[in-house]
């Protein structure tokens, strides 16, 4: 049943989704399914109809955004957190941070609201800061830097790379 999304396994329907490539930066999984607990084809249908419209507004929403709430870049999922707090009208701060006023004035927006899961774990600041290590710091390093090669073959980009991976740690001593 091509467009439905729809399989059935026993008596029940399920409803089954791979992620379209446009949106795989804003969906963490690549395939969607779960039961919808009903045995009426005409029902799961309607189901997954609303289920699929409601995901693709979502995913839209995320990229119209720029920003990924399901990235696996852990800098870049923080960034995304703290854009939707202030969408909301938040300062960005994680939950440890939060006074009982603004948590509870985070609440209520959410109960009023029709925020999605990553969403609502945004507001409430359950996104945790990024901590870098130094191979992270390199390869931001690399990002920042990728105008100078990114003309280069993947050879020549390899022994670029490798050049600045190859300074022995007594070179970067002496530069501090």
């Not at 300062?91 to 985070?106: N, S």
Request: proline residues 4%; glycine residues 6%.
């Amino acid at each position: 049943m091509w467009g439905t999304h729809l399989k059935q396994k026993g008596r029940w329907w399920h409803y089954y989704r791979s992620v379209p490539r446009e949106f795989a930066d804003v969906e963490r999984k690549p395939l969607i399914s779960f039961s919808l607990k009903t045995g009426d084809f005409t029902e799961a249908k309607r189901m997954a109809a609303d289920i699929s419209a409601r995901l693709e507004q979502d995913w839209r929403d995320a990229k119209a955004r720029g920003v990924s709430l399901c990235a696996q870049d852990a800098a870049e999922q923080y960034r995304a957190a703290a854009a939707v707090q202030r969408q909301f009208g938040f300062a960005p701060k994680p939950a440890a941070d939060l006074t009982d006023e603004e948590l509870l004035e985070r609440l209520r927006l959410l109960i009023s609201g029709q925020q999605s899961a990553p969403e609502r774990g945004a507001v409430l600041g359950l996104t945790a800061e990024p901590q870098y290590s130094l191979s992270d710091a390199f390869d931001r390093f690399w990002d920042y830097i990728k105008d100078e090669w990114i003309r280069d073959s993947r050879d020549q980009q390899r022994v670029k790379r490798n050049i600045y991976l190859g300074s022995r740690p007594i070179d970067f001593m002496l530069l501090a």
